[in-house]
């Protein structure tokens, strides 16, 4: 039986298209003209002439040095994440013990205090430990603020492995560290894609804890280094743009290797 077009559902994916086609196409336009062509023919115009001075100026403005802080601030907060939260999510789904219930509740607590909450009294903690304006005053909070919904994601994805599968483990002898290693790892590797890309996001778009807790320009991260391109006179606009693209790639790259992973960690299913 030959079904019948959705003509509905065609017009509404050219409309979301169109959504999300546009900011796109006026950014990535915006980055290959010069800003007088930009400022006189407006946004949504094609350019006269293509250029790709305002990607090297994004470097001359310093944007090498803050997407290389960038970088080092998340990839040292993934391997945190990574490091801290995988043990901590195996021990409240395989104990038993209410202290460890009550442990995990309490630490659940995290979801509810925003950032802008403690900015003060983290400020105050990372000046009396000498970390005010380094790289690493940056990343310890910004990893702690990132593990109560990772170990709530990761936890998520270890229940959903058979209990089955661990009896089978524990007939052969298999201590708790090779269960870990050998059953629960591999079989939540959804949930870790799920946690590395979550706290990737933060890390990246990181920008009160970088504000507050660094000064000199090289210990600036992307966010603030954004603002290089506002003057007393007035903007860069197609500047501005090129660098919001180089800052995007790294972030669009993990999520392009990691989606399936990422969209069954969301699912529940602990990649299964």
Not at 4 to 22: D, E, K, Q
Not at 71 to 90: D, I, K, Q, R, W
């Amino acid at each position: 039986m030959r079904r019948r077009p959705n003509h509905l559902a065609g017009f509404g994916s050219l409309v979301w298209l169109f959504l999300v086609g546009l900011p796109l196409y006026v950014m990535i336009v915006a980055t290959v003209q010069p800003q007088s062509d930009y400022a006189g023919n407006g946004p949504l115009s094609f350019p006269d002439h293509f250029t790709l001075r305002n990607y090297t100026s994004a470097f001359d403005s310093g944007f090498g040095q803050y997407f290389l802080n960038t970088l080092v601030v998340t990839v040292c907060v993934v391997g945190l994440v990574l490091l801290l939260v995988p043990p901590l999510a195996y021990a409240i789904v395989r104990s038993r013990s209410r202290i460890t219930s009550q442990v995990f509740r309490l630490f659940l607590l995290g979801l509810a205090i925003p950032a802008q909450a403690v900015i003060v009294p983290m400020f105050y903690l990372i000046s009396q430990a000498g970390l005010y304006d380094n790289l690493v005053g940056v990343i310890l909070p910004t990893a702690a603020f990132c593990l109560p919904m990772s170990a709530l994601i990761l936890s998520g994805a270890m229940r959903d492995i058979s209990p089955e599968l661990f009896e089978a483990m524990a007939v052969d002898g298999a201590t708790p560290r090779r269960m870990f290693f050998q059953l629960v790892l591999p079989l939540s590797r959804g949930g870790l894609s799920t946690i590395v890309v979550f706290s990737a996001l933060q890390a990246w778009n990181g920008f009160l804890f970088p504000l507050v807790l660094t000064q000199s320009d090289s210990t600036k991260v992307i966010t603030l280094g954004l603002y290089n391109f506002q003057t007393e006179h007035g903007i860069n606009i197609p500047g501005l743009l090129a660098a919001v693209v180089l800052s995007m790639v790294p972030v669009l790259l993990v999520y392009l290797f990691a989606r399936r992973a990422l969209i069954q960690g969301l699912m529940g299913v602990g990649g299964k």
